[in-house]
């Protein structure tokens, strides 16, 4: 009885410590209708900015706390929220989702800038004292944390209740307009959100490290306030009473999980994956969602290419990497070859993404499915890369088929949890077919040609990614291209001409899937050697920033986009330069959708350009000049409007 008593006691603390945190998730979302994918990383930094000023400049740990959670935290939600959210407040769900993914990758940048990697230890609060219910000892943190969870919870519904600027902040989300009429100030309710939610973020994440002080690091902390999602998810994101009761349920299961299930790896990976079953099976029991009727809406777009077009740029880019593997040092070549490889994975977001606008950030799992094929195969044929692209689209139609009742961001929060899931009970444990350590790949033999040089890998990859680019390309020009566009700018039109939106979207899913499984087959064969590290679902959301901010609706983005996060990865120095161009290109998302290519298309298309004969209108104009010179008739050039369609 005193250890279930004792297990208690710590769910009920880490649930508290969820609640505080969901309940600013609860709030900025239920205020502004933008979900914070940064929270957590906003409570890392905060954690970090307290370490700073109680343990290494000598303050006071209260006084440290004041600092924090009442000035620091407060004016970086406000600024926050004046120059990035504000910008891309009436932006669709999946660009305020980048938007909040380049916060989330900035703070981790910045945190690992200021405070190198090392031993941060924090103390717990009230160390010494506490109270003892039967042979089970309650420390002073405990008490604490509870204490501040319920207070927090209490003081928040009654502003949001019955204050006359809770109530604003609430009129804003339903009316702006409306609520400007009634002498109302819009931003300033939004202002005060972001405010208020970056304060309890804070001071979740000041209490999580002070009850549990090994967790003062980067990623950790970040992913482990994640796990106030499914909380907040329990209250639907407007109901702060059901989040808090969430909060504790989850924390409840995993001080059990932790005391009661078996200490097997097996077990010890499900445990991990706790949060995330939770936040699934929360998902799965919401109502789905209707369809709303209204304007139908377009994303502004470039041309799609012409075939002729399309084989010059594929020739293009193979000559590229030809001249490439005579230029470049060995080290430079595998990492192209590494870009190239990464551009496949950014390559499955164009038809998704870009096409059908479902924003999933899953597909470093399907990327790590085909590589995992691969390593357990131990076959160099190109049927375990086929194989491992298929058992990708298997997994890509297992994330479709239990999420077709779920919309825009509770379908994005669908794949986060699977991701989760594959990486604790699939990737990290061996007795589930997992990689458990790192695994020995081979290099491809096709036809009995041996791709054992990177340089050799180099020009497969590349002429891999221009095929399942023409692919792509083919796919948007034909009838289920039209078919996606259709239901990204409006689901409820699609139903009524009697299309299957269910069946769509499966097969969009399980198609995006393989091309990121066919690219984690080739990256297992480049790298020789691949792990469960490899495929972190942290991956997924560097991931889906670079290949956004890069131009996820065309195979010309997708290319720059796995450039990109090769360079990510391969060059730890330019990291900082990388993240604000990404910052840049996601701010300005709101007003160019198609990200950095599509203001390089622009640019094309400028008068300018067209005077000194570049771009499409240059071209245009050539080309009816000698038209008109040899007697021959051109017809009338198409127009680029609000549903156009997309380059390459």
Known sequence: ???????????????????????????????????????????????????????????????????????????????????????????????????????????????????????HQVRQFFAGHGVVIGMVRITGNDLLTVGLAVAAGAVLYGFLAFTRTGVAMRAAVDDKELLALHGGRPHRMSAIAWAMGSSLAALAGILLVSAQPGQLNYISLTLLVVNSYAAAMAGRLTSLPRTFIGALVLGLLNAYASGYLWTSPGWTEFREAIPAIFLL???????????????????????????????????????????????????????????????????????????SGYVSLAQFSFFGVGA???????????TAVLAGALLAALAGILVALPSLRLQGLYLALSTIAFAQIMDSMVFQNPSLGGFGGS??????????????????????????????????????????????????????????????????????????????????????????????????????????????C?????????????????????????????FLILAVAAVGLGKQPNGITGWLFEMREHPLAGRLGFGSAGVARTIAARSVASGTVVGAPVAVGENAEVEA
């Open 372 to 382: 995992l094929t691969v390593a357990k195969t131990h076959s160099s044929a190109p």
């Open 281 to 355: 099976s929360m998902l799965l029991l919401m109502p789905q969602a209707q369809l709303r009727v209204g304007r139908l809406t377009g994303v502004p777009g470039v041309r799609t290419p012409e075939m002729r077009r399309v084989g010059m740029a594929t020739a293009a880019l193979l000559l590229a990497v030809v001249i490439g593997n005579a230029v470049l040092s060995n080290a430079n070549v595998n990492r192209m070859a590494l870009g190239l490889c990464f551009a496949i994975l950014a390559l499955s977001l164009v038809p998704l993404t870009g096409f």
């Open 1 to 119: 009885m005193n250890v279930f008593f004792t297990y208690t006691v710590l769910g009920c603390v880490i649930g508290a410590s969820y609640a505080i945190a969901a309940s600013g998730l609860v709030l900025t979302y239920a205020t502004t209708r933008i979900f914070n994918v940064a929270h957590g990383a906003t409570a890392m930094v905060m954690a970090f900015v307290y370490w700073e000023l109680a343990y290494n400049q000598g303050l006071s740990n209260w006084l440290s706390v004041l600092i924090v959670v009442f000035g620091v935290a407060p004016l970086f939600g406000a600024l926050l929220e004046r120059w990035v959210i504000r910008r891309v407040a009436d932006a669709g769900i999946g660009v305020t989702l980048v938007v909040t993914c380049a916060v989330l990758v900035g703070l981790v940048g910045a945190a690992e800038k200021v405070w190198p990697p090392g031993v």
């Open 550 to 578: 890069a131009g996820v609706t065309s195979v010309s983005g997708a290319l720059l986009g796995g450039m990109l996060l090769m360079a990510l990865n391969s060059y730890p120095s330019a990291q900082a330069y990388l």
């Open 439 to 548: 695994l020995k790949t081979e290099r491809l033999d096709l036809l009995g040609y041996r791709f054992a040089s990177d340089k050799a890998y180099a020009i497969l990859a590349a002429a891999v990614f221009c095929v399942v680019g023409a692919v792509v390309i083919v796919l948007r020009k034909g009838r289920y291209g039209r078919i996606l566009i259709a239901l990204r700018d409006s689901p409820a039109a699609c139903a009524t001409l009697g299309l299957n939106p269910r069946l769509a979207r499966v097969a969009v899913f399980a198609g995006s899937a393989a091309i990121a499984g066919l690219g984690g087959g080739l990256y297992a064969g480049l790298q020789n050697q691949v792990g469960s590290a490899d495929f972190q679902f942290f991956n997924s959301l560097p991931l889906l920033l670079i290949v956004v």
